[in-house]
């Protein structure tokens, strides 16, 4: 396990986790044991692009399509944070 | 054109 997540690794929910949209919060969530994790609208975009095929790169790619901008080190400092919870397993193969 | 979302720093806030 390293503490930068690489731009080639591919990121992926924990098969723990699932997410769900929270209507009294208005806001996706990550549902884990005994946790439940709110996400705002950007960090549910990530999510939501971590499916164990795309890359970091790629989900940082996909994401300057939607955004005016993307800070590449805010996405992976927040995969960094996911990851070090384990609600987000990163492979770099 | 399609317009695009506004950045936000990527957060979240955790909760038997």
């Known amino acids: 396990m390293t503490d930068t997540v690489p731009r080639t690794g591919r990121p992926a929910l924990a098969r723990f986790v699932k997410t769900r949209y929270d209507k009294a919060r208005e806001r996706q969530v990550l549902l884990g044991p005994e946790t439940v994790v709110t996400l705002n609208p950007t960090g549910a975009d990530i999510l939501a692009l971590c499916d164990g095929q795309r890359t970091v790169g790629d989900i940082v790619d996909e994401l300057g399509r939607r955004y005016d901008r993307v800070v590449d080190d805010e996405v992976i400092a927040f995969l960094e944070r996911l990851a070090s919870r384990r609600w987000v397993v990163i492979t770099d193969e | ?16």
């Open chain 2, 1 to 16: 054109m399609e317009s695009l979302s506004i950045w936000e720093t990527p957060e979240f806030e955790e909760f038997a």
